[in-house]
């Protein structure tokens, strides 16, 4: 069985062909990553394992490894599809890295990608990520429904989502963007790249979202003439340099509620690296500025399940109390762990405390807990391993 491949990229070539049937496939595997690369076979990773991906389900035959033309004519068709029709192989040749994103047709559910272009063994490889057409609910996502309630709750301020790549971050955010908007009548600005979820409208809402690269040249800029567009709530997706944090502090200064990302393991690494982006001489300042906007930094990891579905959604919570505000204001955030210890009766968790939570509902292995957690030695007492 074939598919269609999108309508502004008609099939030029059975490489492109093939690109729309795997990416098909990987929807129907519920598959988060592809990779294509010249030499190799079609890989994709469901519930975070590699596996050869066949082009349809009834495939007997093991797939062969793709040769340097078919990737370079599947690199030039995610083009032609991002770019509804331009010539994707014309523009092709004056690119080394490119990222951008695209949306299967109807066929394919709606589904959509970004995806990252890049030069390997001499010919052009893609690593493509599922985003899906529709941002998740919380329920799907196993995302505490009390938790995400008292992170929309406050009327301003910065709230900080933490953890590795690909462990549902963004996910995470948007499912409680749409909580937020279906509560209360907002306008909540997104800045992404590329745009995640596609957010569509809540009676009494209204949402703009921002892509990086199409819409605005940065992060930082799309936040300063944001701020003109009267949002209530802003969405950045990554703060990766000053000039976003920058801005990111100064809209939840004044009266925005502000949602961002960092790449980090825990709040004590990303208060870190948030001031780390500055200067030292300013860092003292910045520091306060934190103490005073931030409300929360929740710590991400998804982890392989015991039956090896989906995988299971470990948090750390850090609410920010008069212990952690002093602490994040002096730059003593190596004490923060000790804050969300003593700090169960403000609502929050370590990441052992949710481990210990799968470990009982039987939803992750002892190996897998213990891989991970920040105190292994404790975990096992606690739990009699």
Not at 109 to 135: E, K
Not at 210 to 228: I, K, M, N, Q, Y
Not at 236 to 248: F, I, K, L, N, S
Request: charged share 20%; aromatic share 4%; net charge neutral.
């Amino acid at each position: 069985m074939t598919f269609d491949p999108p309508e502004t990229e008609p099939v030029k070539d059975a490489a492109a062909q093939q690109l729309w049937e795997l990416l098909h496939r990987a929807v129907s595997l519920g598959a988060s990553d592809v990779h294509l690369s010249p030499g190799n076979v079609p890989l994709a990773r469901v519930h975070g394992r590699l596996e050869a991906l066949p082009a349809g389900p009834h495939d007997a035959s093991p797939p062969a490894p793709l040769s340097p033309d078919v990737t370079r004519h599947m690199a030039a068709a995610c083009l032609s599809a991002q770019t509804q029709g331009a010539d994707g192989a014309q523009r092709l040749q004056a690119l080394q890295d490119y990222d951008g994103s695209l949306a299967l047709p109807a066929a394919g559910g709606g589904a959509r990608f970004r995806f990252n272009l890049h030069r390997a063994r001499g010919g052009w490889a893609l690593a493509l990520r599922s985003i899906g057409a529709a941002a998740p609910t919380l329920a799907e996502l196993d995302f505490p429904q009390g938790l995400a309630q008292r992170l929309i709750a406050h009327p301003h301020g910065l709230v900080i989502f933490t953890g590795a790549a690909g462990v549902g971050k963004s996910s995470s955010m948007a499912a409680i963007i749409l909580l937020l908007a279906q509560s209360r009548s907002v306008h909540v600005l997104t800045i992404e790249e590329p745009v995640e979820y596609v957010l569509r409208p809540t009676a009494g809402s209204l949402f703009t979202q921002r892509e990086v690269g199409s819409d605005t040249p940065s992060f930082a800029s799309g936040l300063r003439h944001g701020l003109r567009q009267d949002p209530d709530v802003i969405l950045v997706g990554e703060t990766r340099d000053r000039d976003t944090a920058q801005m990111v502090l100064s809209a939840a200064e004044t009266g925005h509620l502000v949602f961002t990302t960092l790449h980090t393991r825990d709040a004590k690494g990303a208060l870190t690296r948030f001031a780390d982006l500055f200067p030292a001489e300013a860092q003292d300042d910045v520091r306060r500025q934190l103490a005073m906007s931030l409300r929360a930094v929740v710590s991400q990891l998804l982890l392989p399940s015991v039956d090896g579905g989906r995988r299971a959604l470990a948090l750390e919570v850090l609410h920010v109390n008069q212990q952690a505000e002093v602490a994040i204001r002096n730059g003593r955030v190596e004490t923060l762990e000790s804050v969300i210890q003593t700090g169960k009766r403000d609502g929050m968790w370590t990441l052992d405390d949710d481990l210990r939570r799968l470990l009982s509902a039987g939803r992750i292995s002892f190996d897998t807990a213990r891989r991970v957690a920040r105190r292994p030695e404790e975990l096992s007492a606690s739990m009699g391993g």
